[in-house]
């Protein structure tokens, strides 16, 4: 009893230290998956992509926007998601340790929820961790590069997994491949997925080459009646989409996302 009277919670609370977020700047929330490498194949993902696997992390990511209305964009690629929280976010007061936190544990257990709904026929054999951190960008622009980089990274790391993959099921060691695919410019990377594998790299599915964009959109409904059609509005849904975030005409038709 007489310990307890000698605990100062001022005290305590003077050892935390500020972590507030730049005011009026984006933040951005990037998560990504723990060693992977090993989880995708533990869980005998397919080669290059796993179609499931990427549904699984969209539909964790739909869930994050439907959550937290501060969080406008999202942008995916294998196991990682950037979130953009919007410029006057004041969510947990900008504090990041809190944001982080709060995002990436909500992510990995809705991966967890929702992992049977994907993978059916397959045991989640151990849990999945992510990792996260934040960083401000502080205009417009600087956020659209971000959001370029990741998808100029989606862009290279498919096309070399592509055929580096390509190569490996057609009997070349994995070193071999590295090999082959050393100092390989796009262009070269393309003719060797025509000229080996009748592959045109342009017609893979677009959520490989382009990632997925979570944002939302303005959707309606087409009801049929008697005298024609009409449409109802249905309001704000979110979707997930696989577009083309580098051209400007993305913003200029969405630009709600970064007002
Ligand atoms: P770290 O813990 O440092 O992030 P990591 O093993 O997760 O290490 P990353 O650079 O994040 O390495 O790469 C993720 C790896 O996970 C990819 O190289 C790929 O092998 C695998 N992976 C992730 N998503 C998929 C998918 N949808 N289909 C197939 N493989 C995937
Ligand atoms: P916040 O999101 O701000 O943390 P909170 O609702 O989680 O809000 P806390 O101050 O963290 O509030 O308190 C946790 C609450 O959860 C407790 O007030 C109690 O009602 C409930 N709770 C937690 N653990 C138990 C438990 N083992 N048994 C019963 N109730 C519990
Ligand atoms: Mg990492
Ligand atoms: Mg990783
Ligand atoms: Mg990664
Ligand atoms: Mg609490
Ligand atoms: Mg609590």
Not at 2 to 10: A, Y
Not at 52 to 66: G, H, R, T, Y
Not at 86 to 101: H, M, P
Not at 182 to 191: A, D, F, I, L, Y
């Amino acid at each position: 009893e007489e310990d307890v009277g000698k605990i100062k919670p001022d005290y305590l609370r003077s050892f935390l230290f500020e972590n507030k977020l730049l005011p009026s700047t984006w933040i951005v929330i990037r998560i990504d998956g723990c060693h992977f490498h090993r989880f995708s194949e533990v869980h005998e993902f397919e080669k290059p992509n796993d179609k499931q696997a990427l549904n699984l992390m969209n539909s964790c990511a739909v869930a994050v926007l439907e959550d937290l209305a501060d969080i406008t964009f999202a942008y995916g690629i294998s196991d990682e998601y950037s979130f953009v929280l919007k410029k006057d976010s004041q969510f947990y007061q900008r504090r990041a340790s809190e944001i982080v936190s709060v995002i990436v544990s909500f992510f990995t257990s809705m991966y967890a929820v929702k992992w049977k709904e994907f993978f059916p026929q397959k045991q989640l054999k151990y849990p999945p961790n992510f990792d996260g951190r934040a960083v401000c960008y502080p205009s417009s622009d600087i956020i659209r590069d971000y959001l370029a980089w990741r998808q100029v990274d989606c862009h290279i790391n498919n096309q070399y997994n592509t055929c580096f993959w390509m190569l490996v099921k057609s009997g070349r060691s994995k070193s071999e491949a590295q090999s082959d695919l050393k100092g390989t410019q796009t262009r070269e990377k393309n003719e060797l997925l025509l000229s080996k594998f009748g592959i045109e790299y342009n017609k893979l599915p677009l959520m490989f080459r382009q990632g997925s964009s979570v944002f939302r959109a303005e959707t309606e409904k087409t009801i049929a009646l008697e005298n024609g059609s009409s449409t109802e509005k249905l309001g704000n849904k979110v979707i997930v989409s696989h577009c083309n975030i580098i051209e400007q005409s993305f913003w200029k038709t969405h630009l709600s996302i970064l007002d």
